[in-house]
Every structure is written in structure tokens, then in C-alpha cells.
């Protein structure tokens, strides 16, 4: 019997950091845990599940580095048997490829997209060298795949160079700003991000690049409204996505790492629905100003990580914004 699709949920995006043990350490992940910990394969199995009744419209399967979980070949045919139902969930798997190669291949085919990790850097051309090998692999064996780059001031002068090691090998590329989670990540000023947002975006007009993720990308665009008209776009913390780590902690987004329930206490439906820090960051008539009244409210929102990181408050304004006064010129 086919199952009914439920899409009242309003929930885009389902994240599973599947694991936290990783084969890199990069300074800008936002993941460093010293504890190695894996989500059990049945809480894995159970929210695969949730993803495909629900009318998630994109289920990331990430970590940590996935393909080094315990259960990764019995996650793969999980996924195998639920895309093969009548849902239209599409499935994609973040990983650095490091690990992938012929044998693995078998069981990245159920995936609608490989997110391959990009990071160009001065001196490490070999493991440049061997993610565009997984590129032409993945290529070869007809798997999707796109390469994913987060930009920091390390590689901030090789945007243009990942751009165009992308464009030979045929594949999509997609940016992120760095947004520093711990000590050792580089930072860049305000001058910088918004000289970047404005390069990605640039890039991202002229179908050069897949995307540039950015909620203050509304102010290049000019989406605007009179008075606030609710949420049209912006930042989705919370708002249309969150993210299950390991032990069940449920969190808005990658970035925004404040624990907001738990999926063994509560159901992940109960906690999207009835969380009271989820209803406050929906509310984004009650954020602080220039946000509050702010003509690009209802496409933007300012990025929610960020603005707690800065005031320790779920509706400060993004202090990477230009219309916020601060000391981070």
C-alpha cells in the first residue's frame, strides 16, 4: 500500500551528522570532538524514515567523515530501499573523498549527489589532485557529484582557481563562508566577507558556480518588502531545516550548535512543532533591530549562528550585516 506523503512539516532540510570521527582535522570544520562517537544504525534507520514519510525535501547524510561509520554499507541500503518507494526525498552524502574508491562505489549509487569537500591550498596540490580524481571516478561510474568549498582566508585569493579546476573537470562547485566555531579557525573581517559575498554572488549570477549559501545574499539581490510579509527566504535555522548529531542532540543547523531537545527524549516531529527556541527564531518580527523593521526581513533574517555567537541571543542581528554597527570592520 503506498503510504500517504506528509508535507505539513514545512521541514526542507533534514541534516544526520551520522558520525564525528573524521580522517582529517581541518581548522575551519565545525565539528571537533575528541570523542569518536557514531549515531546507533536504527536511529539512523528510524530518521531515513522520518525524512521519506514527511516530505523532507533534502536528506544530508554527513558527519565527521560518513563512509567511516560502523554501519555505512547498511545505512547505503536503507537508503537504496527508500528511494526506490513512491517519495521524492532526494539524498546526498558529504563526504572529503578520501575513502572513495571502486569498492565503495556500489554503495554511493543510491545517493542522488556525492558533496565532495573542496579545499584548494597552497602546497597541498596532491590532495587537490586526488578529490578531482574522485570527480572523474564518480564521473565514470555515472554517480552525481559537485564540489563544495568553504571559503577562509587561507584560500580567499583561489576562489577563482577552484572555480576553474571545477569548469575543466565539468562538475558543479558551490561556496560557504567560513563561520569560525573554535579558536583555531581562521577569521575574516567584515570588509573581507562582504568583498567575498559580493565575488560569490557575481559568480553565482553568471551560472559560474552551483550556489553561494548566505541568508544577507537578499541585500545583493534586492528582495525586499515594505513591511515584513513573514518568512520568504533567508536564513533557514530552524526555520526550514535542523540537524540530529550523533547521541540524538537535535541543533537548528551545522553552525548554529546550541542543543535544542533530544530525539530519545522527544520525537523529532514534537520538538520541530513545539520547541520554544524554534518558535522565537521563526518569529522574525521580534529580532532585535536594524532587523526588526529592516525591508529585507522577510528574505533575510541574518545568519542565526552568528548572532548568537555575538550576543548569546536567538534574535540579535547578524553582525556580519551592513546595516549593524560593530567592531568587526
Same mark, same amino acid.
Given at each position: 500500500?503506498?503510504?500517504?506523503?506528509?508535507?505539513?512539516?514545512?521541514?526542507?532540510?533534514?541534516?544526520?551528522?551520522?558520525?564525528?570521527?573524521?580522517?582529517?582535522?581541518?581548522?575551519?570544520?565545525?565539528?571537533? %570532538?575528541?570523542?569518536?562517537?557514531?549515531?546507533?544504525?536504527?536511529?539512523?534507520?528510524?530518521?531515513?524514515?522520518?525524512?521519506?514519510?514527511?516530505? +523532507?525535501?533534502?536528506?544530508?547524510?554527513?558527519?565527521?567523515?560518513?563512509?567511516?561509520?560502523?554501519?555505512?554499507?547498511?545505512?547505503?541500503?536503507?537508503?537504496?530501499?527508500?528511494?526506490?518507494?513512491?517519495?521524492?526525498?532526494?539524498?546526498?552524502?558529504?563526504? %572529503?573523498?578520501?575513502?572513495?574508491?571502486?569498492?565503495?562505489?556500489?554503495?554511493?549509487?543510491?545517493?542522488?549527489?556525492?558533496?565532495?569537500?573542496?579545499?584548494?591550498?597552497?602546497?597541498?596540490?596532491?590532495?587537490?589532485?586526488?578529490?578531482?580524481?574522485?570527480?572523474?571516478?564518480?564521473?565514470?561510474?555515472?554517480?552525481?557529484?559537485?564540489?563544495?568549498?568553504?571559503?577562509?582566508?587561507?584560500? +580567499?585569493?583561489?576562489?577563482?582557481?577552484?572555480?576553474?579546476?571545477?569548469?575543466?573537470?565539468? +562538475?558543479?562547485?558551490?561556496?560557504?563562508?567560513?563561520?569560525?566555531? %573554535?579558536?583555531?579557525?581562521?577569521?575574516?573581517?567584515?570588509?573581507?566577507?562582504?568583498?567575498?559575498?559580493?565575488?560569490?554572488?557575481?559568480?553565482?549570477?553568471?551560472?559560474?558556480?552551483?550556489?553561494?549559501?548566505?541568508?544577507?545574499?537578499? @541585500?545583493?539581490?534586492?528582495?525586499?518588502?515594505?513591511?515584513?510579509?513573514?518568512?520568504?527566504?533567508?536564513?533557514?535555522?530552524?526555520?526550514?531545516?535542523?540537524?540530529?548529531?550523533?547521541?540524538?542532540?537535535?541543533?537548528?543547523?551545522?553552525?548554529?550548535?546550541?542543543?535544542?531537545?533530544?530525539?530519545?527524549?522527544?520525537?523529532?516531529?514534537?520538538?520541530?512543532?513545539?520547541?520554544?527556541?524554534?518558535?522565537? @527564531?521563526?518569529?522574525?518580527?521580534?529580532?532585535?533591530?536594524?532587523?526588526?523593521?529592516?525591508?529585507?526581513?522577510?528574505?533575510?533574517?541574518?545568519?542565526?549562528?552568528?548572532?548568537?555567537?555575538?550576543?548569546?541571543?536567538?534574535?540579535?542581528?547578524?553582525?556580519?550585516?551592513?546595516?549593524?554597527?560593530?567592531?568587526?570592520?
Amino acid at each position: 500500500m503506498n503510504q500517504t506523503r506528509d508535507v505539513s512539516l514545512g521541514m526542507h532540510m533534514l541534516e544526520l551528522e551520522i558520525t564525528h570521527g573524521c580522517n582529517l582535522n581541518c581548522q575551519m570544520c565545525y565539528i571537533h %570532538n575528541p570523542c569518536s562517537q557514531d549515531m546507533p544504525f536504527l536511529l539512523v534507520s528510524r530518521l531515513i524514515d522520518f525524512a521519506f514519510e514527511h516530505g +523532507v525535501i533534502d536528506l544530508v547524510i554527513t558527519g565527521g567523515e560518513p563512509l567511516l561509520h560502523p554501519d555505512f554499507k547498511a545505512i547505503s541500503e536503507c537508503v537504496r530501499l527508500r528511494q526506490n518507494s513512491q517519495h521524492s526525498t532526494r539524498v546526498v552524502i558529504q563526504t %572529503n573523498g578520501i575513502l572513495i574508491d571502486e569498492k565503495i562505489i556500489p554503495y554511493l549509487r543510491c545517493f542522488d549527489f556525492v558533496h565532495l569537500s573542496f579545499d584548494v591550498v597552497e602546497g597541498q596540490r596532491e590532495q587537490t589532485k586526488h578529490v578531482l580524481d574522485r570527480v572523474n571516478l564518480l564521473k565514470q561510474e555515472g554517480v552525481n557529484c559537485y564540489l563544495f568549498a568553504t571559503v577562509h582566508p587561507g584560500n +580567499v585569493h583561489l576562489i577563482d582557481l577552484m572555480v576553474k579546476e571545477a569548469q575543466d573537470k565539468n +562538475v558543479a562547485i558551490g561556496f560557504n563562508i567560513i563561520q569560525p566555531q %573554535n579558536d583555531r579557525a581562521p577569521v575574516l573581517s567584515k570588509h573581507d566577507f562582504w568583498q567575498i559575498s559580493q565575488k560569490l554572488f557575481e559568480l553565482e549570477k553568471t551560472s559560474q558556480i552551483l550556489r553561494h549559501t548566505c541568508p544577507l545574499s537578499a @541585500i545583493l539581490t534586492n528582495k525586499m518588502t515594505k513591511t515584513y510579509e513573514g518568512i520568504r527566504g533567508g536564513c533557514t535555522a530552524g526555520v526550514a531545516s535542523c540537524s540530529v548529531l550523533p547521541n540524538g542532540d537535535v541543533i537548528p543547523c551545522p553552525f548554529f550548535r546550541v542543543v535544542l531537545d533530544n530525539v530519545f527524549a522527544s520525537s523529532l516531529e514534537k520538538i520541530w512543532l513545539n520547541n520554544e527556541k524554534l518558535s522565537l @527564531i521563526r518569529q522574525r518580527e521580534l529580532y532585535d533591530e536594524p532587523c526588526g523593521s529592516c525591508v529585507y526581513l522577510s528574505f533575510c533574517g541574518g545568519c542565526r549562528s552568528r548572532a548568537y555567537k555575538k550576543s548569546g541571543s536567538f534574535v540579535a542581528a547578524d553582525p556580519m550585516c551592513p546595516f549593524v554597527v560593530n567592531d568587526y570592520q
